[in-house]
């Protein structure tokens, strides 16, 4: 059974960076795609992107000049920096596992506790 | 939102709940499911289109027809009352898309 744990600065200022982590405890780092995935009152559930175990990346169209997703699968980690964060980037933050079987998306079956994260002068 | 659910369903308890999500995506895509509790993380309760993670009881289910995808709850408990995603990618079948949500209520 798989468990992600997240952490990471919970209060930024405009023009900050945004630096979350997650660990993966339990199973394979190998064959997933290791996502995150805000939720705020105003836009809902965003997917931010997602990365695999060998660094190959994926990001939302909207977000993808501001976020960079890392791995280091020495520790079973994967990181998400988004840079320039603003008020709207307030939201709760979620890693998640994108369960992925023979090429099938089986749907994000398990996911971080979640990171609050606040954008304020 | 790419995908449009309904605000709120409201149902008494043992009644069975359907919650629709429409978008274009159904035709191509499958439709993915998941229950929000205040101050939880979202859980996954349907997988392409109507498949059950372990789990999920037996009461929860799904259906598509077209560009509408249907989350069914039979037998609907006070344990069901939750918020529910619909979720699938979005028109270029590039990235995920989620609806914005339905608030089920257990009377």
């Known amino acids: 059974q798989v468990r992600l744990q997240q952490w990471g600065a919970g209060l930024l200022k405009p023009s900050e960076t945004l630096s979350l982590t997650c660990a993966v405890y339990g199973e394979s780092f190998t064959g997933d795609a290791w996502t995150w995935i805000r939720q705020s009152p105003e836009k809902g559930l965003e997917w931010i992107g997602e990365?695999?175990?060998?660094?190959?990346?994926n990001y939302s169209p909207s977000l993808k000049s501001r976020v960079t997703l890392s791995v280091d699968t020495s520790k079973k980690q994967f990181s998400l920096k988004m840079h320039y964060v603003t008020a709207a980037d307030t939201a709760m933050y979620y890693c998640?596992?994108?369960?992925?079987?023979?090429?099938?998306?089986?749907?994000?079956?398990?996911w971080g506790q979640g990171t609050l994260v606040t954008v304020s002068s | 939102y790419e995908l449009t659910q309904p605000p709120s369903v409201s149902v008494s308890p043992g009644q069975t709940a359907r919650i629709t999500c429409s978008g274009d995506?159904?035709?191509?895509?499958?439709a993915y499911w998941y229950h929000q509790k205040p101050g939880q993380a979202p859980v996954l309760v349907i997988y392409k289109d109507n498949e059950r993670p372990s789990g999920i009881p037996e009461r929860i289910s799904g259906s598509t027809s077209g560009t509408i995808v249907t989350l069914i709850i039979n037998g609907v408990q006070a344990e069901d009352e939750a918020d529910y995603y619909c979720?699938?990618?979005?028109?270029?079948?590039?990235?995920?898309?989620f609806g914005g949500g339905t608030k089920l209520t257990v009377l």
């Open positions: 979720q699938s990618t979005d028109s270029s079948g590039s990235y995920p898309v």
């Open positions: 995506a159904f035709s191509k895509q499958y």
């Open positions: 990365i695999n175990h060998a660094g190959s990346t």
């Open positions: 998640s596992r994108g369960r992925l079987l023979y090429g099938d998306f089986l749907g994000f079956d398990t």
